[in-house]
């Protein structure tokens, strides 16, 4: 065989392979959509337990009933703008009675609240509940190295926080609860840093490997509360509030327009265990790819997608 052959050979093998894998459909989400079927719109923000509940939504929709589904990341003033004006169809992040309810006072009366899709949520100022020393070498103290319980105490210690609090995103409601908890036990000189919630669990992060005081803000559902010991500081005069929910809400006209799509949003319901594991899976994989860790929730939950959608075909 001459050179041009073998030339000609490689050439046509090469093409026939990358032609092969373009016409592969790949693992990761990938779906067009398709102008011929309705698009359900879900909005949601870059906190870790919005990213976990839009992605698991999503492959239920577009896994299970067929319903293309695009997710629209933006704040969280906006995501409830975007819902009330009909900009997204929907969102599964309202965090309520307190955290969100100057949303609710704003917007309550333009959109539809289909109620908690999960109970047992906490906001508050968080600290590290690490011990001091290496336990597994067996030199270990069983005291916390941050020896405060409760917010009264951290003007005492201010110099040990540095004068911070670490805070996220200025527009989430906790920055604004945070902001009447600093008012109400006079943490005076205080900062409370403004930035993403990684920027803040990478500070978190550091502050342990260190052994170094830190404060937060904090929440549950929440991955870092599955990776560290981790304590809400007591709140005595209740500026946080109690235990509360998260609320799925949909736009109105939803119903009516897209009445499959309504009842299955209608049915999500799961528990903070569950959303903790999906996050901390999404998390160990540095956030890359949350559609296929939804993917394989659903794989290990099939009981809790079944009952949704059998709810949804009553």
């Known amino acids: 065989m001459n050179r041009i052959s073998r030339f000609l050979i490689y050439t046509i093998a090469a093409f026939l392979l990358a032609l092969g894998a373009a016409c592969t459909e790949p693992s990761r989400d990938t779906a067009q959509e398709d102008p011929e079927k309705q698009t359900i719109r879900i909005a949601y923000t870059d906190w870790a337990s919005s990213v976990a509940s839009a992605n698991l939504i999503k492959a239920v929709f577009q896994e299970k009933l067929g319903i293309h589904c695009r997710l629209v990341s933006m704040n969280a003033d906006r995501m409830w703008e975007a819902v009330a004006t009909g900009e997204a169809d929907a969102m599964l992040s309202a965090w309520l009675p307190d955290t969100h309810a100057h949303y609710m006072k704003k917007f309550g009366g333009r959109v539809v609240d289909l ?158 265990r569950d959303v903790e594991h999906l996050m901390l899976w999404i998390e160990d994989d540095e956030g890359r790819f949350p559609y296929d860790k939804a993917l394989r929730w659903m794989r290990a939950n099939p009981e809790k997608i079944d009952d949704w959608i059998k709810k949804n075909n009553l």
């Open 115 to 272: 109620g908690a899709n999960l109970e047992g949520t906490r906001t508050g100022l968080v600290v590290p509940d690490v011990k001091i020393g290496r336990l597994a070498a067996g030199a270990g103290i069983s005291k916390s190295y941050i020896t405060i319980d409760s917010i009264t105490e951290i003007p005492a210690n201010a110099h040990k926080f540095n004068y911070r609090i670490i805070g996220i995103e200025p527009e989430a409601g906790i920055m604004r609860q945070t902001k009447n908890a600093m008012e109400a036990y006079e943490l005076d000189g205080f900062e409370l840093t403004r930035g993403s919630e990684s920027e803040m669990t990478d500070a978190l992060a550091r502050a342990i490997r260190e052994q170094r005081w830190i404060v937060v803000t904090g929440w549950i559902p929440h991955w870092s509360f599955a990776r560290w010991n981790l304590r809400f500081l007591d709140d005595p005069q209740n500026v946080y509030g109690g235990e509360g929910r998260i609320h799925t809400i949909a736009r109105t006209g939803l119903e009516n327009e897209m009445p499959e799509a309504f009842r299955l949003l209608d049915n999500f319901r799961w528990e903070p």
